[in-house]
C-alpha cells in the first residue's frame, strides 16, 4: 500500500491525528507529500495550513495536478466572504 492510500485510509477512517503523523515524517522534498499534508490539514479544518501545503507541492512539481486543484478550490472558498450570511 502506497503513502497516498494509506492517508487516505486514516482519512477515510477519521483517524485523521495518525494521518498527520505519518504524513510529518515523509520526506519533504517530495511534491506527493505536500499534497498528502495539505488535505491531513484540510481534514483538520486548518485550510491555511492546508493551502500552503499545496502551494508548496506545486511549487515543487508545478504538473501536480490535484495539489493545482486544491489550490483552486481553496481559493475560490476564502474569496466567497458575504457578510451577511453571518448576520443571520
Known amino acids: ?29 517530495e511534491a506527493e507529500t505536500w499534497y498528502l499534508k495539505g488535505k491531513v490539514y484540510s481534514r483538520k479544518g486548518d485550510m491555511k495550513e492546508a493551502l500552503s501545503c499545496f ?5 515543487i512539481d508545478p504538473k501536480h ?11 475560490r472558498i476564502y474569496s466567497f466572504k458575504d457578510p451577511n450570511l453571518f448576520n443571520h
Request: glycine share 2%.
Open 55 to 59: 502551494n508548496k507541492a506545486v511549487a
Open 1 to 29: 500500500m502506497g503513502n497516498r492510500e494509506i492517508v487516505s485510509s486514516l482519512i477515510e477512517n477519521q483517524e485523521i491525528d495518525k494521518a498527520f503523523d505519518f504524513v510529518i515524517k515523509l520526506p519533504e522534498s
Open 65 to 75: 495536478e490535484e495539489a493545482a486543484v486544491m489550490i483552486e478550490i481553496s481559493t
